[in-house]
């Protein structure tokens, strides 16, 4: 079926209205109008090509809510006037170690990211949520509760889950000082998220105009990391931490403010490549890890986490005409804390 949905034509370029055709259901398949689709960085970095070559035309969006419309003979998971939701990908291979044991996102085989991808034939492109309607397995889909807006549950699709996974991976709860580094669309979440968990929070950021809301959004502290005696006073007080910022920055300041066996969990992702003085980890067996979204179940855990604790997006609704100011805003840190595309305005 022919929809509507808003392309880059070419890396770069801006995003325009366009159609596209979504595949007819297949046994497994469910049918999803969008209702809302996210808005990530990671959507800008691909559609201006930065990340290497990319697929063009491009409808990108990883962050998608709607309500189910049809499905296919053998579903069991869906019905047609459910809440589903698709995060970033929509397939994998199924077969290998990682797909069998629930963590597909770091399948071995081919993995079908949601747009500027490649399905299970590894020919035909994936086009995301900047459009109407989409056609994904069932396996692949996430069921929105009731109680949990669709607005807010867009962005829960990638921003969600990216800070669910690490904070639940290493065991953020009551006891754990947890500090979050950065307050944009990943951090306020894990700020959320690690409050709900019951951890004792700390977000951490170079801007002091972000205390008030961080504190507003469940932090217990805050602590400017531009302040150096602030900064020193800090050291070795922290159980956890979950890097979500993706520019430079000095990783043995923050890795300094990790107690003895704790980890800091990157999340953000800078282009440059980072350097870390060895003995800031010998220092205190410290540890540096990297997480990457998460599996289908554990996607759905961090979907039924929130619904119980009454745990959305804080999102700015936009109409579709104005994607590209808003990845111009994304790009300036201007937004509070996701923008959420209005599906019917496509
Ligand atoms: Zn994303
Ligand atoms: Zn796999």
Known sequence: MKISAYAAPSAGAPLEP????????RSHDILIDIKFSGICHTDIHQGRE?????IFPMVPGHEIAGVVTDVGSAVTKFKVGDHAGVGC???????????KAGLEQYCQGHISVTYNGREADKETPTYGGYSTAIVVDENYSLTIPAGLGLDVAAPLMCAG????????????????????????????????????????????????????????????HFLLSSDKEAMKAARSTFDLIINTVSA???????????????????????????????????????SLAGSNIGGIKETQDMLDFCAEHG????????????????????????????????????
């Not at 930065?50 to 990319?54: P, S, T």
């Not at 990908?89 to 797909?99: L, P, T």
């Open 89 to 99: 990908f929509v397939d994998s291979c199924r077969e290998c170690e990682h797909c």
């Open 248 to 286: 430079k920055l000095d990783l043995d300041r923050y890795m300094s403010l990790l107690a003895l066996d704790a980890t800091m969990v990157m999340v953000g992702i800078p282009e440059e490549a980072l350097s870390l003085r060895t003995f800031t980890l010998i220092a205190a067996r410290r």
């Open 161 to 220: 889950i990216t800070m669910y996974s690490p904070l639940h991976r290493w065991g953020a709860g009551p006891g754990v000082r947890v500090g979050i580094v950065g307050l944009g669309g990943l951090g306020h979440m894990g700020v959320k998220i690690a409050h709900a968990m019951g951890a004792d929070v700390t977000l951490i950021s170079h801007s002091p105009h972000k205390e008030a809301d961080a504190l507003r959004l469940g932090a217990d």
């Open 18 to 25: 366009t159609t596209i055709e979504r595949r007819d259901l």
């Open 311 to 346: 745990l959305g997006s804080d999102v700015e609704i936009i109409d579709a005409q104005e994607i590209n100011s808003a990845w111009e805003r994304v790009i300036n840190s201007d937004v509070k804390y996701r923008f959420v595309i209005d599906a019917s305005t496509i």
């Open 50 to 54: 930065e990340w290497g070559q990319a």
